[in-house]
């Protein structure tokens, strides 16, 4: 299986890259994973609505650039569906029964993802009603889709 998780922004604090490069260690034993970092659109502060559609279209377009047409996209956003680890294990177990071997999770800036990036989304993901920096994303959603493996091969896991 291939999983990508394309992001925007860069990723800057030192302990978050430990904890992602922990999991990328883990995760080798059951899938090939890449992380793909894009720019985010430079912008002021404050924007108008129209401002920030601009800026989420322009994040969109370089996020849909890096997606073929034969992956299985999955959205994370705040108004995504909310999954256990077991669903999410589920849905990651019967996508590559069915011949589904390229998923991409992606991660917005800090406006979120644009309306042409939820259309190209086969799912969407929500991990909380809150409001998480997409650094930390990264690594909270690297470990869920570790647990998932996890869950799926029958191996132990912290609960």
Known sequence: MNIS?????????????QGIDEYLKRLSAYAKLDII?????????NLSETEMEIVKEKEGERILSKISDDTHVIALAIEGK???????????DQLATYGKSKIAFI???????SQQVMKR????????????????MRLILLEQIYR???????????K
Do not use: V
């Open 107 to 113: 991660i917005g800036g800090s406006l979120g993802l």
């Open 82 to 92: 909310m999954k256990t680890s077991e669903q999410l294990a589920k849905e990651i």
């Open 121 to 136: 989304a086969n799912d969407t993901l929500s991990f909380s009603k809150m409001t998480f920096p997409h650094q930390l």
């Open 148 to 158: 998932a493996f996890r869950i799926n091969r029958g191996e132990p896991y912290h």
């Open 37 to 45: 970092e894009l720019p985010d659109e430079k912008a002021p502060e």
């Open 5 to 17: 998780i394309i992001t925007i922004g860069k990723l800057k604090e030192k302990y978050l890259k």
